[in-house]
C-alpha cells in the first residue's frame, strides 16, 4: 500500500537529522521536497540520491492530484521541507489532508521544528502556548497581535530579519512595555542567541545594536503582567 511520510530536516545543525529520518530517506522510491537543490545538498551530506520532484508553495494547490497520483504509483513517497517539521508554517497540510481522504496512509517523524526549541530557550510558560507562526506581512497585523493580547497566553510568532524591528515596535503598541518576551535567532547554528526581557527591554537591545540576521523566532508572554 501506497504511503506519504513526512519528514524533519535539520533547522541548522546537520546533526539534528534522527536515524529513523534516514533510515526513511533511505528506503522511500521518491522524495518531495520544497527547494531540490537545498534537499540535494541534504541528501548528498547523507550519501542518499533519489528522485526528487519540487513540492512548494507555488504548485502545491494545482498539482495536488499529481503529486496523489506519483504516491499511488510508487510504494512510498518522503515529503520535506528546507528546513524542520513539514507543514509547519512550510507545504504539507494540503497533502495530507488529501491523502487522508483518500485513505493513503501518511506517517508523520518526529524530528526537528523551530518553535519549540524557542520556546523552551524563552523561559515563559510553556504549558499551554499558541503557534502563530507567520503574521501577515502587510495589513492586519495590528489586528492578529490584539487577538493574540485577548487569549492571554504564551505565543510564538515565526518572524524574518527585515521585519523583526517593526514587529517588536507593533508587539509594544498591542502589548505595551511589561509582558516578557524573547528573541531567538539561528537557533542550532554557530550563532545562535536569545534575547530576553520585558517588552520595553527587548526594543531597547534592538535599537541599540546592528539589524539582527538570520532566522528569528518570537515568544511573548500573554498573561497580564504584574508589575511591582
Ligand atoms: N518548517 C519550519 C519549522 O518546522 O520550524 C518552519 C519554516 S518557516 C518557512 C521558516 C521560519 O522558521 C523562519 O522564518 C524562522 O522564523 C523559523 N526558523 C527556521 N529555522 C530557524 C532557526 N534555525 N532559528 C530560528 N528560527 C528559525
Not at 510504494?75 to 524542520?84: E, F
Not at 510553556?126 to 492578529?144: A, V
Not at 497566553?153 to 511589561?178: A, W
Request: charged content about 25%.
Amino acid at each position: 500500500m501506497s504511503k506519504l511520510i513526512l519528514v524533519p530536516t535539520p533547522i541548522g545543525n546537520l546533526k539534528d537529522i534522527t536515524l529513523r529520518s534516514i533510515e526513511v530517506l533511505e528506503s522511500v522510491d521518491i522524495v518531495f521536497s520544497e527547494d531540490t537543490r537545498v534537499t540535494g545538498k541534504l541528501l548528498a551530506h547523507l550519501n542518499i540520491k533519489k528522485p526528487l520532484k519540487a513540492y512548494h508553495a507555488h504548485n502545491e494547490h494545482q498539482s495536488l492530484e499529481y503529486f496523489l497520483d506519483l504516491i499511488k504509483q510508487n510504494s512510498s513517497a518522503a515529503l520535506v521541507s528546507d528546513a524542520g517539521t513539514p507543514g509547519i508554517s512550510d507545504p504539507g497540510f494540503l497533502l495530507v489532508r488529501a491523502c487522508i481522504e483518500r485513505n493513503i496512509s501518511v506517517e508523520t517523524l518526529p524530528g526537528p521544528t523551530a518553535f519549540v526549541p524557542a520556546l523552551l530557550q524563552s523561559g515563559l510558560p510553556c504549558d499551554k502556548f499558541f503557534f502563530e507562526g507567520f503574521l501577515p506581512h502587510k495589513k492586519g497585523r495590528i489586528k492578529r497581535l490584539e487577538w493574540l493580547k485577548s487569549i492571554e497566553q504564551t505565543f510564538v510568532l515565526y518572524e524574518s530579519p527585515h521585519r523583526i524591528n517593526k514587529c517588536v515596535d507593533q508587539i509594544m503598541d498591542v502589548f505595551g512595555p511589561n509582558h516578557q518576551m524573547s528573541i531567538s535567532r539561528e537557533l542550532t547554528k554557530l550563532h545562535e542567541e536569545t534575547i530576553r526581557g520585558t517588552i520595553e527591554e527587548v526594543q531597547q537591545i534592538l535599537s541599540e545594536r546592528s539589524k539582527l540576521k538570520g532566522e528569528i523566532v518570537v515568544v511573548v508572554d500573554g498573561r497580564i503582567p504584574v508589575v511591582s
